[in-house]
């Protein structure tokens, strides 16, 4: 049974970083793309980085780069989302998932889900 488990999230102010973490069991880790999406109240689930299993190829919507850092480390089967300068409209919870072959910006195109795991940014 493959599960996805994010965790990291909570309430930060503007301007501050947080680091979300995605672990994944049930599954070959090195054999998939990983991928975070985020949904805010009343929104569609959105896009915001994936990387490839070698971490060679790596995608960002517009409002994340240069503040986002998607990285993995196929050692310990985790992803991460380094997320610097957070501002209040980055206000949603917050998934990973994993899809084969090659990051991808369409959700669905992905395989597995985790739960999410809430980030809300305070002004």
């Known amino acids: 049974q493959v599960q996805l488990v994010e965790s990291g999230g909570g309430l930060a102010q503007a301007g501050v970083s947080l680091r979300l973490s995605c672990g994944a069991s049930g599954l070959t880790f090195s054999r998939y793309a990983m991928g975070w999406f985020h949904q805010a109240p009343g929104k569609e689930r959105a896009f915001v980085a994936a990387i490839s299993w070698s971490g060679d190829r790596i995608l960002y919507t517009d409002s994340g780069k240069g503040r986002f850092t998607i990285s993995r480390d196929n050692s310990k089967n985790t992803v991460y989302l380094q997320m610097n300068s957070l501002k209040p409209e980055d206000t949603a919870v917050y998934y990973c998932?994993?899809?084969?072959?090659?990051?991808?910006?369409?959700?669905?195109?992905?395989?597995?889900w985790g739960q999410g795991t809430q980030v809300t940014v305070s002004s």
């Open positions: 998932a994993a899809k084969l072959r090659l990051p991808s910006t369409d959700k669905n195109e992905y395989n597995y």
